[in-house]
């Protein structure tokens, strides 16, 4: 059985890698697009429900266009589903990505310009030139030189990462310092750092790393899952996870999350994976 959040397939339209697996009116190679706003959500049908996001500068393989939506797929973990077609433009190659929680695009090389719009921690931009201390991108705006980092470069400690969202409102599908959800950190966390994940806790626990015994001793990176949440160790005791119940990203003892989340929310743990090396 296909899992519909990463088969590029809606019954009228599907990817033509599916051609002979799925049943759709037409295959077609769609179209990469490329965000053009600070974000914009990825939801289950024209209008649905959000079940992720996409930033500035992320491709987006459009495959059909209708009444304002473009069905398709993510290029950074393959999830499938709609996105606000005015929010896609045509795809640039990006060179940069930021890497502060957070960063204003200004219009001119001055901290003291009234900055247009803020972009977030992952965006990608294609630098174009280098003026006191900022970086001009292809909109024409300047972002502080110390806000990008190459396209290829990456950190090595995903808690590290993670611990940059700590505060963040709690956001289902979210994927931002606007918001963002258990899984959603995880993911940003670890691509990041150079480790593929897929976008959902399930898809996670699948996925990544391998199986620690009950009872083994824990360490930061290890990744804690629940049906439905995911956290993360930042030492042997405290678990760094966005959630519902303080709504937002923050510390919690791991065993004061157990007892909480097996009496309210998720039930018992179901995996503790430790991850490989970052790539």
Not at 32 to 49: E, K, L, Y
Not at 195 to 210: E, H, K, T
Not at 265 to 277: N, S
């Amino acid at each position: 059985m296909t899992d519909p959040r990463t088969t590029p397939a809606n019954g009228r339209v599907a990817h033509v890698s599916l051609e002979g697996q799925v049943e759709a009116e037409r295959f077609v190679k769609g179209r990469w697009m490329m965000v053009q706003q600070p974000m914009v959500n990825i939801t289950d049908a024209p209008r649905g429900n959000r079940v992720s996001q996409l930033l500035f500068g992320e491709r987006f393989l459009a495959l059909e266009t209708t009444d304002g939506f473009s069905f398709g797929m993510t290029a950074r973990d393959g999830y499938v589903g709609y996105v606000l077609s005015g929010a896609l433009t045509g795809a640039e190659d990006a060179t940069h990505w930021v890497v502060s929680p957070a960063t204003h695009l200004y219009p001119k090389p001055d901290i003291k310009e009234p900055p247009d719009v803020a972009l977030f921690f992952g965006s990608l931009v294609r630098v174009a030139g280098e003026r006191d201390g900022f970086l001009r991108i292809h909109t024409g705006h300047h972002v502080p030189a110390r806000h990008l980092m190459p396209i290829g470069a990456r950190f090595s400690d995903p808690v590290g990462i993670a611990d940059l969202f700590l505060g963040t409102p709690y956001l289902w599908g979210g994927t931002s310092r606007w918001g963002i959800d258990c899984s959603g950190l995880v993911q940003t966390a670890l691509i990041a750092c150079g480790i593929a994940c897929p976008r959902d806790s399930d898809q996670q626990a699948a996925a990544l790393g391998s199986h620690l015994p009950e009872g083994a001793n824990l360490r930061r990176g290890d990744l804690v899952f629940w049906r439905g949440h995911v956290g993360m160790m930042s030492n042997d005791h405290m678990l760094l996870h966005a959630n519902a119940h303080h709504m937002a990203v923050a510390y919690e003892p791991l065993a004061d999350a157990v007892d909480r989340i097996a009496a309210r929310e998720f039930g018992k743990i179901t995996a503790i994976k430790r991850l490989g090396q970052a790539g």
